[in-house]
Each structure stands twice: as C-alpha cells, then as structure tokens.
C-alpha cells in the first residue's frame, strides 16, 4: 500500500531532512492540520488554526515564499500546483477552496533550484544529479551519473560539506544540495521523496561533458574523477 504523500513526507522526516511544510486533510468547515515540519518547532506541531500555520511557515522560508500542492487520498499526483506565492491571505484563500473540493494540500518552502547546489536521484547503487533543476532532471538528457560511493564523495569535495541522506538500499530516494541551511534540520541536502523498490544494482554511465561538469568546468571534473580512481592530482582550487 502506497502512503499518501503527506505521510510519506511525515515518515521521512523522521529519519532526515525535509522541505518544511505543513499539510491539511478536508474538514467539515475548514481544512484539517495534519503533518508538520516547521525550523523551530517539534515535529507535527499543531498551530492554533490555519492563518497561524501558514504566517509561521512563510516567515520562516529563505525565500519569503510558498508552494501548495493538492491531491487525492489514492492518487498522490498532484492536481492544482501553486508556486512562489507570497501572499498570506491568498495563500489561506486557496488552501481552504482546494480543501473544499476534497482534496488534500501540502504548503511547504519555496527552494530556489538554481543556486548553485545539484538535485538529483539515489537508485541501485547510483547517484544521478544536475544543476538549476529539480530531481526530475533524470529524466531528461545531460545528468551526471556515478557509482554511489563516487558520486558523494565527488560532491563533498565540490561542496565541502557531506551529503546527508539514508541509505536508500534498492529503493529510489530524490534529494537535492544547497548552499545554505535548508529546510527543517537546517541542513545543507533534502530530501523529497522515497520510493521502496525491488529493482536490480543500476550501471553507472560516466561520462562527460555534462550539466554538472559544464558548472563547475569540464576539466575540474575530470581532476575530481582522476583522484577518486586514485590517480596523483595536484591541489588546487578552481575559481
């Protein structure tokens, strides 16, 4: 049985770090608090009504903004998308007519993509990332991929701080870098969303040019993957 994605987003916070959010079930007259993960408070904090839950959630995102996404109990796709709205008083306003129509909705951070960091996904035994996008940037053409193992360390290097995520065993696990404290845990990596599966080891297929080299310079990453084989590689810093 698939979890909704709300309680997904719940049971993975529980072990990581997650995009704050709160999310809200249909109610009888208003919309119903269900999960929540806000920087500085416990975990499933309940706010006093829906006007407080979203005020403390947009005062605490970096980027002053929020997403809504709505969905069914037995469909976790999204129906209605909101993005980068700043408004409180519309923010509530849509949360309460999506609420209306029946469907569940999750407010959370607005995460700026394109700043500098990767997003990308862990499946088999392989990472595969890429700049200025979301983790669905697998699906399209150009995405770094690596041995696991590589690819983290690859990225510690790059980014001078480890990439915190759970080990996401045969199962698929999207998670993306930043350059500042993000979500919840105020940590540098989220996670987005985890899927169990019993699929086979996955090949890596390294090769480059790709978007994450052209970021951060073809020949850089071709230093960077001389000293993961263990090749002698002069110590430098790129610019």
């Known amino acids: 049985m698939k979890l909704r994605k709300d309680k997904s987003l719940d049971e993975l916070a ?96 607005t995460v700026d993509v394109a700043d500098g960091g990767v997003s990308g996904v862990i499946q088999g035994g392989v990472v595969e990332f890429a700049p200025d996008d979301t983790p669905r940037c697998v699906e399209k053409g150009g995405t770094a991929s690596m041995s696991l193992g590589w690819g983290l360390s690859l990225l510690k290097t790059v980014y001078s701080f480890p990439v915190e995520t759970v080990d996401a065993g045969r199962g698929r696990l999207e998670f993306s870098i930043h350059l500042k404290p993000r979500g919840w845990r105020r940590g540098h990596t989220l996670m987005w969303e985890y899927e169990a599966s019993d699929s086979a080891p996955a090949m890596a297929a390294l090769k480059w040019p790709n978007r994450f080299s052209r970021l951060i310079g073809d020949k850089t990453f071709g230093l960077l993957v001389a000293d993961l084989i263990g090749l002698p590689v002069p110590r430098s810093l790129s610019e």
């Open 14 to 109: 529980r072990v990581g770090n997650v995009a704050q959010f709160v999310s809200y079930s249909p109610g009888r007259v208003r919309p119903h608090q269900e999960f929540s993960r806000v920087a500085g408070f416990d975990a499933n904090h309940q706010f006093q009504n829906i006007s407080e839950g979203l005020r403390v959630l947009l005062d605490r995102c970096p980027e002053g903004t929020l997403n809504l996404r709505s969905f069914t109990p037995d469909n976790p796709r999204s129906r209605d998308f909101h993005y980068g709205l700043a408004d409180l008083a519309q923010i509530e306003a849509l949360v309460c007519k999506m609420s209306g129509e029946g469907l569940y909705v999750i407010a959370n951070e």
